[in-house]
């Protein structure tokens, strides 16, 4: 090997020099993968899958290509039975495979028999990693305390003992639905306790004994390291922890001397390579590979201040139980962890190829990824930190179609062989998040029938590609409006049908989307305990807290009943997947147009901003009314689509947009005026911030399936060049 213009040869790749050290130095290191064989088998990765990614990737600009033209031609109502033919006709819609149910071995329970909340977290902040990936447990007493889930938000100021007391009694309330006394309620009970023989005793104001209605619900016990017994229940396999302790200032004032309930929460997490983070280059790279190495490994440790105290966060231990028969329950103190490689589009500098061509981000993601989760794969099962059934889970974003999904999983068939692991050891996620994966998706799930551990919904990106697809077909509906057309409510019911039809309930994840709104928990415990009932076994969330109350919505839904009901209904038409989108040709009113263009033009700006300028790939950001909206790449591109496809179509003009530009680069810059490290965009309008989200939206027809990435990455890079020469 070499050095060469700052890059390292190795092969014939060039390789980051940070890259190169991190593999060299410690992700190789402990993994029983020789470096000569790792970097021969990168440089014959790089050689066999290049050509065939960007083969992929011209498909799907032929196949946009003949849509554009066909609306062209066609303008004006669409005939639906000539355009799912047309669609046929060109190999976009797919014929259905034969009936078959999927074969899959080694999954984790979490993924198979658990549902519960899951979350999605950028592994480029550690701090963050190691807050959702020690979220498997949180408590209810602060998820309620602490934010607006009992109606109002908490005041400030020192503990609100009234305030209290209504968690508390909401706890009760949750306990009387969950684990249910053969008589009476908890909020009547002045004693839980465990008995010599580890059997439950629970005691009555008037000295009564009570049971539980289901004996069996009584899990175990343990003594934390404060001296609390804690008593474990499970109640539609999820844990229920009741920490007792009457020195405890919350247990003082309990008549029962309950301190805390906690609940099992972020059952799994999604550790992301791609939409939540802001990945440009060698460096950014190899910080994503090094917390995700560090995950595998149990030793990622983060330190920071917080209150004033040096405070070091690292991995929760598991937890440890003696059950009524003497025996010993271990639950895990910390979620399963998937990891979220990008998808087919992008490339990275990272690593060239032999003729100095950055190499196709993913095929980097796949090696470099599983290397690290070998690690935790190498230790015996009971001292593995991740997967005890011994896999890798990957989820891969953005697959267009089954020939996409065969391509991921050959990729991950190389990738078990260089790395000398077991064949399926490496189990796949398909988001169906892209137009051609939805109408196709029973084919797709059967070209993955041994690996495919996971599915769901994404609304966000579904919708960009919806608008982006039919682009050329006239003006899409308002932003607001396109959760209430047909063809989400078929999208949504159509996966998890799917889903159950190729036989993946109680072997693999069937998951929705996200909860946007991390400030509005009230919502959220409203509505989305219309993911359980849907069938979902796990569904989005914003944060930790977030996790523990949907992980409520498991406890009043059981999941697998709803799948069984499922079964037995109607499928959904599929040939309403197929309605288009659209809307007034003039959109509205002024006001409703002006309305569109701010909220769209406000959203853009907000993200990009942080991500252009501090590299920030998702943050909570204000809307026109400064509620918090949690914003990534898919919400940016659902706005630059439909502003573009607006402009497109006559319904706004570039005049409007340009305005509703510089004014709302002044509201954005009053929201982020307490951000000591926010680069304002007004009054001078000419940062690369700013002209990265007017390219969004004015270059946004002509970008690759709508994607946002290409631009981004690029002025990313640009503001980094900038920042490095001061």
């Known amino acids: 090997m070499s050095e060469r213009d700052g890059l390292v040869r190795v092969l014939d790749l060039q390789v980051d020099p940070r890259l190169h050290a991190f593999l060299e130095k410690e992700a190789l290191p402990g993994s029983e993968v020789d470096p000569a064989t790792f970097w021969a088998k990168l440089s014959e990765l790089v050689r066999a899958f290049t050509p065939r990614n960007q083969a992929l990737l011209d498909e799907r600009q032929r196949l946009q ?45 979490e993924i198979a028999t658990t549902p519960g909340p899951q979350l999605v977290v950028p592994v480029s902040n550690a701090r963050y990693a190691l807050n959702a990936a020690n979220a498997r447990w949180g408590s209810l007493y602060d998820a309620l305390y602490g934010t607006d889930a009992l109606g109002d938000s908490p005041p400030p100021g020192p503990y609100d003992p009234a305030r209290g007391d209504r968690v508390v009694a909401w706890t009760r309330d949750f306990l009387d639905r969950s684990l249910p006394l053969s008589e009476g309620s908890h909020h009547d009970l002045v004693a839980y306790a ?51 302790d009457r020195d405890d200032p919350v247990g003082a004032r309990d008549r029962a001397g309950v301190a805390d309930v906690e609940l ?67 639950l895990s103190g910390r979620s399963l962890l998937l990891v979220r490689n990008v998808g087919l589009l992008m490339t990275t500098p990272a690593v060239l190829d032999a003729v100095g061509n950055e190499v196709f981000e993913g095929l980097l993601d796949a090696l470099c990824t599983a290397l690290a989760a ?82 769901n919904t994404g609304f966000l990106d579904r919708t960009g590609d919806e608008i982006h697809t039919s682009f050329h077909a006239g003006p899409a509906v308002p932003k607001a409006a396109m959760k209430r057309t047909p063809w989400i409510a078929a999208y949504e019911a159509g996966n998890v049908r799917t889903g159950l039809d190729c036989g993946l309930g109680g072997r693999a994840q069937i998951g929705k989307g996200m909860w946007a709104m991390p400030d509005r928990m009230a919502e959220m415990l409203e509505q989305k305990r219309a993911h359980p009932e849907a069938g979902a076994t796990c569904a989005w969330v914003p944060s930790p807290s977030a996790a523990t109350l949907h992980a409520v919505h498991y406890h009043e839904v059981d999941a697998f009943a709803r799948q ?49 300028d501090q590299g920030v790939g998702c ?42 530009f510089r004014r709302m680069a ?42 946002t990435e290409p631009l981004l990455h690029a002025f990313r890079r640009r503001r980094k060049q900038e920042l490095a020469q001061g």
């Open 264 to 330: 099992e929460s972020a059952v799994t997490t999604i550790m992301d390579c791609e939409d939540s983070v802001a990945a440009v280059d060698g460096e950014d790279k190899t910080q994503v590979y090094r917390h995700w190495l560090g995950l595998m490994r149990g030793d990622l440790a983060e330190s920071f201040v917080k209150n004033g105290e040096a405070v070091t966060r690292r991995l929760a231990q598991d937890r440890r139980y003696r059950t009524p028969g003497g025996g010993e329950e271990r």
């Open 619 to 660: 943050s909570k950001v204000p809307d026109r009314n400064d509620v918090g909206l949690m914003e990534d790449r898919a919400t940016c591109r659902i706005s630059s689509q439909h502003l573009a496809n607006w402009l497109a179509h006559g319904v706004i003009s570039r005049d409007e947009v340009e305005d509703a």
């Open 194 to 244: 465990v008995g010599e023989d580890g059997h439950l005793q629970m005691q009555g104001a008037a000295g009564h004994v009570r049971a539980l209605a289901n004996p069996k619900a009584f899990v175990g016990a343990r003594v934390d390291g404060s001296g609390a017994q804690r008593l474990l229940f499970r109640h539609h396999g999820l844990g229920i922890e009741l920490r007792i």
């Open 65 to 109: 290509d003949a849509i554009d033209a066909w609306h062209r031609e066609r303008p004006g109502p669409i005939e639906p039975e000539a355009y799912a033919g047309f669609l046929r006709e060109i190999g976009y819609l797919e014929p259905l495979p034969a009936p078959f149910a999927v074969e899959l071995t080694g999954i984790d329970p």
């Open 374 to 455: 070998k690690h935790d794969l190498l230790r015996k099962s009971a001292e593995r930190g991740n997967s005890r059934a011994g896999s890798i889970y990957v989820v891969k974003p953005k697959l267009h179609g089954p020939a996409e999904v065969r391509f991921a999983c050959e990729l991950m068939a190389f990738v078990e062989a260089a790395l000398e692991l077991p064949a399926q050891t490496i189990k796949l996620g398909i988001m169906d998040e892209e137009r051609r994966t939805s109408v196709n998706l029973a084919a797709c799930i059967a070209e993955a029938r041994d690996r495919v551990a996971f599915i």
């Open 564 to 612: 069984r009901a499922l079964r037995d209904a109607a499928p959904p038409d599929p040939a309403t997947l197929l309605q288009l989108p659209l809307g007034d040709p003039k959109g509205g009113s002024a006001s409703d147009r002006r309305f569109e263009i701010e909220n769209n033009v406000q959203g853009i700006l907000g993200y990009v901003v942080r991500w252009i």
């Open 666 to 707: 002044e509201v954005v810059d009053r929201q982020n005026a307490d951000d000591p490290e926010y680069v304002a965009m007004a009054p001078g309008f000419d940062g690369l911030a700013f002209e990265a989200a007017r390219a969004l939206v004015f270059d946004g027809a002509t970008q690759p399936s709508g994607y």
